[in-house]
Nanobody, 124 residues
Framework: QVQLVESGGGLVQAGGSLRLSCAAS????????MGWFRQAPGKEREFVAA????????YYADSVKGRFTISRDNAKNTVYLQMNSLKPEDTAVYYC?????????????????WGQGTQVTVSS
């Protein structure tokens, strides 16, 4: 079992920054990959970023590449999503997820555990 708790969401103006955190507990954090996904109202959940268990490999959706950075601190059992140059279209509920099998995946169905989500709202 893995428990995930996101924090750091909020309201920010376009062009601003936020850093999301996801604290994990349960299984050894350094043994599995992590991902961030988001879901806007009326839209399907979409992949944002993923990171391998060691942090050595990262993956990004084209829509956030160059603006968002995923990182992890295995000593703190936490994964982060630094979001810069935010746009109104980044508004969504952001979820972190744990992938116990692969090194990080674009596909939500491959993730085994999910957090409850944190709201990010970007005003224009």
């Amino acid at each position: 079992q893995v428990q995930l708790v996101e924090s750091g969401g909020g309201l920010v103006q376009a062009g601003g920054s936020l850093r999301l955190s996801c604290a994990a507990s349960g299984r050894t954090f350094s043994s599995y990959a992590m991902g961030w996904f988001r879901q806007a109202p009326g839209k399907e959940r979409e992949f944002v970023a993923a990171i391998s268990w060691s942090g050595g490999s990262t993956y990004y959706a084209d829509s956030v590449k160059g603006r968002f950075t995923i990182s992890r601190d295995n000593a703190k059992n936490t994964v982060y999503l630094q979001m810069n140059s935010l746009k109104p279209e980044d508004t969504a509920v952001y979820y972190c997820a744990a992938d116990l099998v692969s090194s990080g995946s674009w596909y939500g169905d491959e993730y085994d555990y999910w957090g409850q989500g944190t709201q990010v709202t970007v005003s224009s």
